[in-house]
């Protein structure tokens, strides 16, 4: 992208899909009885256990570009006795890491509510964490989350856009397993027993089966064990949103409350919240969120109200 060309024809993409898959399409999925958008959610279309939403898909709208965002103020509450709600788990899949591999410097990072990425970042460089810079803790981010994905140093080099190089890479992730060597046992004991067994397992016990982790092919053996890796923690983080709708369900429901859950996007709730129940409300949907699944981390949910999806997030 360091041509001009490239970046207009990059941005052009990215408006011709937007216009495409969301201005063009969403107003079309407007149902008429009641003049709103209804999407479905299947519960087995994920090997990961997560919730997956179609026809229109409203867990793709895009949050990181300023034009992607754009699209999330057309989400609106039903009038103006509502606001919207969204409730978010913060970081839940190093949460969970740091949870099941039992990595003390981890579980310390989080229990002192610092930034973990800033926290790794001074681990990593050997910095104090005032003397971290920002591209610092971009690396540290980048590998953290590569991290619970089995990523390599090539796979980390490039995601840098190539600002270090494959070599620099390899020094980073293995100084990280330096600095979290838990999390370097929990990977290679969850081979070993996937390799043992056939299936991983999520904190609640949901199996996956990996039918290629002992294949005689490298490629395909890497990518299972990469799998093997993900599992329980994406998968765990997937049970935990769902116990935590179970539970807000039969809170709204119990309670008689006019406020109602509208939306699971990823480690995101969003609700159509009522102004007069919004003081008693808030806290309690956060609790049941925090305390869906036990952790041997403090679990952070964030939460944010306004007159559309965007200014709630």
């Not at 980390?156 to 979290?180: D, H, M, P």
């Not at 996937?194 to 039918?211: F, I, M």
């Not at 890796?229 to 039969?250: C, E, F, H, L, S």
Request: a neutral charge; glycine letters at 8%; charged letters at 25%.
């Amino acid at each position: 992208a360091e041509h001009a060309i490239v970046r207009d024809l990059l941005a052009y993409r990215e408006a011709a899909k937007l216009k495409s898959t969301y201005v063009d399409a969403l107003p079309t999925s407007i149902f008429q009885g009641t003049g709103r958008i209804h999407t479905t959610f299947h519960q087995l279309m994920t090997a990961t256990g997560r919730l997956a939403s179609n026809n229109p898909n409203l867990q793709n709208i895009p949050i990181r570009s300023d034009q992607g965002r754009e699209i999330r103020r057309a989400f609106v509450p039903r009038n103006d006795e509502f606001t919207l709600l969204s409730a978010d788990y913060s970081q839940i899949e190093l949460r969970v890491m740091a949870s099941v591999c039992g990595d003390p410097a981890m579980i310390e990072a989080f229990q002192a509510d610092e930034d973990i990425h800033t926290a790794t970042a001074a681990r990593v460089f050997g910095v104090p964490l005032d003397g971290v810079t920002s591209d610092m803790r971009r690396t540290a981010k980048m590998v953290n989350f590569g991290i619970i994905y089995g990523i390599s140093s090539f796979g980390l080099s490039q995601r840098l856009n190539g600002e270090v190089s494959r070599t620099e890479a390899q020094q980073i992730i293995e100084e990280y397993f330096r600095q979290y060597p838990g999390v370097k046992r929990f990977q290679d004991k969850t081979i070993e027993q996937a390799q043992k067994d056939g299936y991983v397992e999520t904190l609640t016990g949901r199996r996956r089966y990996l039918r290629d982790i002992n294949s005689k092919n490298g490629m395909i053996r890497s990518a299972a064990e990469r799998t093997a890796i993900n599992t329980p923690i994406q998968g765990t983080a997937a049970d935990m949103i769902k116990i935590a709708m179970v539970r807000v369900a039969a809170l709204l429901d119990g309670g008689g409350y006019k406020t109602r859950m509208l939306l699971q996007v990823h480690d995101e709730l969003v609700f159509d919240l009522h102004l007069g129940e919004k003081d008693e409300l808030v806290p309690k949907i956060e609790e049941a969120m925090k305390t869906a699944l036990p952790l041997s981390v403090p679990v952070r949910v964030e939460s944010g109200t306004g007159k559309n999806w965007l200014d709630a997030h």
